[in-house]
């Protein structure tokens, strides 16, 4: 069992940076890929960014790529999500999740959200412009 928590989201200014957390419990977390995704009051839950258990695999969301960046420790367990020059349109509830279906895959991380088993709390990022 793989229980993910997030941090560090916040109330920012447009073009400002967050950097958010994903800490997971459980030895087996390094070797399942790893997705970020979002929800904004309205809408469908929507992939952000994903990797592999290797991190030699990332893929983004258009909406994101050049801005955010994906990054593991499998060490200590933890995932990242750094996001830059953020807009008012990244808005939203961000969570983490860990698709066990892909442990020790080369293959890039799904962005399907029902591929994941494994899905943290969330944490609220708000841009203001």
């Known amino acids: 069992q793989v229980q993910l928590v997030e941090s560090g989201g916040g109330l920012v200014q447009a073009g400002a940076s967050l950097r958010l957390s994903c800490a997971a419990s459980g030895r087996t977390f390094s070797t399942y890929a790893m997705g970020w995704f979002r929800q904004a009051p309205g809408k469908e839950r929507e992939f952000v960014a994903g990797?592999?258990?290797?991190?030699?695999?990332?893929n983004y969301a258009d909406s994101v790529k050049g801005r955010f960046t994906i990054s593991r420790d499998n060490a200590l367990n933890t995932g990242y999500l750094q996001m830059n020059s953020l807009k008012p349109e990244d808005t939203a509830v961000y969570y983490c999740a860990a698709d066990r279906s892909r442990s020790y895959a080369m293959s890039y991380a799904s962005r399907n959200p029902p591929d994941y088993d494994y899905w943290g709390q969330g944490t609220q990022v708000t841009v203001s412009s």
């Open positions: 990797i592999s258990w290797s991190s030699l695999s990332t």
